[in-house]
């Protein structure tokens, strides 16, 4: 089992950027797939970037080219560079990890994002 802790989240304006930071509470090399999630109110959760055990990374079309998801393995942390927020980009985001040799899901607690001028 692990647990996962965002931090990061914060008040913003619109072009502005934002780090979240997920800390795991054990070691993440090569046995988690980490992503990152996100809600906003009244919508469903949504895919924002996922980042596999080798580093090879996926992203939702609305925040390619503007987010950057990383992992420190060794300190069981994953990242999500936001650059250019928007609007639209305001939401609960949630650090996920999944182990890959069970499939089993973890979710963080959620941290708060809210882009406005």
């Known amino acids: 089992q692990v647990q996962l802790v965002e931090s990061g989240g914060d008040f913003v304006q619109p072009g502005g950027s934002l780090r979240l930071s997920c800390a795991a509470s054990r070691s993440i090399y090569n046995i988690y797939t980490m992503g990152w999630y996100r809600q906003a109110p009244g919508k469903q959760r949504e895919m924002v970037a996922i980042i596999t055990s080798s580093s090879v990374t996926n992203y939702a079309g609305s925040v390619k080219g503007r987010f950057t998801i990383s992992r420190d393995n060794a300190k069981n942390t994953v990242y999500l560079q936001m650059n250019s927020l928007e609007p639209e980009d305001t939401a609960v985001y949630y650090c996920?990890?999944?182990?890959?040799?069970?499939?089993?899901?973890?979710w963080g607690q959620g941290t708060q994002v809210t882009v406005s001028s």
């Open positions: 996920n990890a999944v182990r890959i040799a069970t499939m089993t899901t973890y």
